[in-house]
Structures are given as structure tokens and as C-alpha cells.
């Protein structure tokens, strides 16, 4: 079975410096694709970045990006230049190349200190 | 506004209750899910709907009963909810590798 796993519940991080959140996964699949998820205060799940498993570079969006190791099983989000505006809660999600189906996380809360 | 609208926002009922939550979509996505959210928990997959396939969560009890007429509009019907039901339900909807969320309904059992 697929699980994801994010061992820090809660994170903080000061304005314009970087935070690394943590993701570890579970699967005995070989081609999947890893998300980083942000949960702002209205709730609505935003995308922040994605990665195919077949792909070794890691995946890069602005001021994020991942450290994607598949033969560790981990996913870390680093987030570059914190802003006030990244402050949610951050889910780590795995979703398999042929299925419906998403796995996600328990979710790491990020403060942002001004 | 995401393009999934869920409604309401907010809502408590009782234990008696029956009550509907509702999403649309718009965007042309031809798969539909609820995902049920609580504190401290991954996100809970309860029911899919797409042209391929229906999936349910056979740990969701009987009481949450979806109902999915066309490829915009999904519902997750309620009826004799318990206390541990109240939770964040979220919405989603997908067109190949995209996926859109909605801004939830909470729930609140009483």
C-alpha cells in the first residue's frame, strides 16, 4: 500500500530565509508522480509543484523547489525567500501513473515570522 | 475561486439530520471526487467518479452516500451522522494529470 509520510508537523521559518519541509513515501511501483500541496486559510488546495518519478532533474517552480530521491523514497519541498504569503498548511501527496487515485500526507504547518 | 465551487461553506447539522453537500465544476473535467480532511490525518479518499470507473472507500460507512448525474455535479448526501463525521470535505475534480479543489465544506456534527 502507498503511504506518505511528513514527520514535522509544524514549521517555521523567518521572512526571506529558506525552509526545507520533509516527505517520505512508500510505494513498490516504479513510474508515479509527487506533489507539494498548500492549504491556505480559505482551505482551497493549491498546487505548488509536481515531479514524475521517471525524471531525474528536480522539479523547480520560482522560489520552490524539491529535492526529489527515489531510491531513498524522499520528496522535500524547499521554499527560497519566505514570503508572508506562503504561510498554510503544506501536504505532500503521491499519486501512481495509471490510477485515480491520490495519497497524501498529514500535512506541515508553515508560520511565517515577519 | 478555484473553477470547483462547493456548497455551503459551513454547516452543522445533528445527529438526525439528512443534508446534501454540493460541488460544480465548469472547466470540463471528467472526474470527480470527495475527500474527507480531519486535523491531524492524511487527507481520507472516500468516493471517485470518472467515465472509467466508480471507486468507494470501503471503510466509508453507509451513511455518506454520493450521487454523481452528470460529469459537473457531484453530491454527498448525509444522513444520521455522528460526531466523529465532522471534518473538512473536500471536493476535487480532474482532466488527465490536472486537478482542481474546491474550498471545502465544513462540517460540524451536533
Known amino acids: 500500500a502507498q503511504t506518505v509520510t511528513q514527520s514535522q508537523p509544524e514549521m517555521s521559518v523567518q521572512e526571506a530565509e529558506t525552509v526545507t519541509l520533509s516527505c517520505t513515501y512508500d510505494t513498490s511501483e516504479s513510474d508515479y508522480y509527487l506533489f507539494w500541496y498548500k492549504q491556505p486559510p480559505s482551505r482551497q488546495m493549491i498546487l505548488v509543484i509536481r515531479q514524475e518519478a521517471y525524471k531525474q532533474q528536480n522539479a523547480t517552480e520560482n522560489r520552490f523547489s524539491v529535492n526529489f530521491q527515489k531510491a531513498a523514497k524522499s520528496f522535500s519541498l524547499k521554499i527560497s525567500d519566505s514570503q508572508l504569503g506562503d504561510a498554510a498548511m503544506y501536504f505532500c501527496a503521491y499519486r501512481t501513473n495509471t490510477g485515480n487515485q491520490f495519497y497524501f500526507g498529514t500535512g506541515t504547518s508553515l508560520t511565517v515570522i515577519p | 475561486e478555484t473553477g470547483v465551487t462547493q456548497t455551503p461553506r459551513h454547516l452543522v447539522m445533528g445527529m438526525t439530520n439528512k443534508k446534501s453537500l454540493k460541488c460544480e465544476q465548469h472547466l470540463g473535467h471528467n472526474a470527480m471526487y470527495w475527500y474527507k480532511q480531519s486535523a491531524k490525518k492524511p487527507l481520507e479518499l472516500m468516493f471517485v467518479?470518472?467515465?472509467?470507473?466508480?471507486?468507494e472507500n470501503n471503510s466509508v460507512p453507509s451513511r455518506f452516500s454520493p450521487e454523481c448525474p452528470n460529469s459537473s455535479h457531484l453530491f454527498l448526501h448525509l444522513h444520521t451522522l455522528q460526531p466523529e463525521d465532522s471534518a473538512l470535505y473536500l471536493c476535487a475534480s480532474r482532466l488527465g494529470d490536472f486537478y482542481t479543489f474546491g474550498s471545502g465544506t465544513r462540517l460540524t456534527v451536533v
Open positions: 467518479y470518472s467515465l472509467e470507473e466508480r471507486v
